[in-house]
């Protein structure tokens, strides 16, 4: 079986219970056809990059899964044709990572991006007269 990352955007009208719901569902719907969820957030509600059926906002649910294809398959088409799900996306990945995902963790944990400030060589400045 292979290693998958799936990110879930609900529509916003629903209760976070509705939307925790929803992970139940096709964590179900996975274990129905071979596969298991190895571990799932709910991320919460969060503004989209642009409008998606009329809605500036979704609940976002991230899953980490270990599945066969056809499992993944089928969970997608599900996910696609629920209503209150917008979009779907699925990652095949080499192994999951351990811990919390990027979104979960504090800024303080992170440490990986340099503080603002240095921009790199911008070249050479002249002053304005």
Known sequence: MSLYEHVLIARQDLSNTQAEGLIEHFSTILADNGGKVVEHEYWGVRTLAYKINKNRKGHYAFLRTDAPSSAVLEMERLA??????MRVMTIRVDEH????????????????RPRGGDRGDRGD???RN
């Not at 696609?80 to 799900?85: F, G, Y």
């Open 80 to 85: 696609r044709l629920h209503d209150d799900v």
């Open 97 to 112: 990572q351990e811990g919390p995902s990027v979104q979960m963790q504090k800024r303080e944990e992170r440490g990986d």
């Open 125 to 127: 400045r002249r002053e």
